[in-house]
C-alpha cells in the first residue's frame, strides 16, 4: 500500500513537472518569437531611417563603446577653445567664462560634451536682447560642479524628462535646427566618466545645464 502511494505521488510530480516544463517550452518559444519579430522591425527601422539621423546614431554607438583615455583636462582651455570655435556663428552674443577646475577624463570626449552645452546656449539665447551665456564651476569634496547657463528662451520643467533622449525636442524644427542628439551625447558622455547632468529652466527665462563630475 505504501509503495502504491509512494508511486502514486511520484506520478503526480512527474505531470506537473512535465506540464512545467512545457509551459517553458511555450513561453521560450514565445519570447524566441517576439525577439526576432524585434530585431526585424529594428532592421526596418534603421534601413528606414534617412542617413542624417543614421549618422547621430552611429556617433552614439561610437563614443559609448570608444575606450577611455583618461588624462588630465586642462578646463579653462578648452572652455576658450569651444567659445573661440563657436562665437563666430552668434557675433551679437557675449560669452563669459569663470575660473574652471580641471578634471581627469577623456579630452575628445569632454570637448564634445562641452561644445554641445555651449552651443545650446548660444543658440537658444540668439534671439535675446542682449545674449549672454555664463560658464562656470566650483569644486566639492569629491566632485567637480561645471554649469552652462543661459539668458534664451528656457523650457517647461514638465518636459525636462525628454531632454536627454535621442530625438527628442522641446521646440519645433522650424523655430530651431537641430535633431534632438546632443544633449543624449553630452548624458552619454557624462555617465561615461561617472557624473550626471541636470537641467533648470523656465520658459522665456533661459536655462542652466549642470555637470557634476567626480574628482576622485
Not at 506540464?19 to 517550452?25: F, L, V
Not at 546656449?121 to 554649469?147: C, T
Amino acid at each position: 500500500m505504501l509503495f502504491a502511494v509512494f508511486a502514486l505521488v511520484s506520478s503526480t510530480g512527474l505531470v506537473v513537472v512535465a506540464r512545467r516544463c512545457t509551459a517553458i517550452q511555450q513561453r521560450a518559444q514565445s519570447l524566441a518569437d517576439e525577439l526576432q519579430g524585434a530585431q526585424g522591425q529594428l532592421e526596418i527601422f534603421t534601413g528606414a531611417i534617412s542617413d542624417e539621423l543614421q549618422a547621430p546614431l552611429r556617433e552614439l554607438h561610437r563614443i559609448g563603446m570608444q575606450p577611455m583615455q583618461p588624462e588630465v583636462v586642462d578646463m579653462d582651455m578648452l572652455a576658450r577653445e569651444v567659445v573661440e570655435e563657436l562665437s563666430p556663428r552668434y557675433p551679437r552674443s557675449k560669452v563669459w567664462i569663470g575660473p574652471l577646475p580641471g578634471l581627469r577624463g577623456d579630452k575628445a570626449l569632454v570637448r564634445l560634451a562641452l561644445s554641445n552645452l555651449v552651443d545650446n546656449a548660444l543658440k537658444f539665447s540668439a534671439s535675446a536682447q542682449l545674449p549672454r551665456v555664463e560658464i562656470g564651476a566650483r569644486s566639492h569634496d569629491r566632485e567637480a560642479e561645471y554649469w552652462v547657463h543661459d539668458n534664451g528662451t528656457g523650457f517647461d520643467m514638465a518636459n525636462r524628462h525628454l531632454l536627454f533622449q535621442v530625438f527628442q525636442r522641446l521646440h519645433k524644427a522650424d523655430e530651431f535646427a537641430g535633431i534632438g542628439t546632443g544633449l543624449a551625447m553630452v548624458r552619454l558622455i557624462v555617465e561615461r566618466h561617472g557624473g550626471h547632468v541636470r537641467a533648470q529652466a523656465k520658459p522665456g527665462e533661459g536655462s542652466t545645464f549642470t555637470v557634476l563630475m567626480p574628482t576622485k
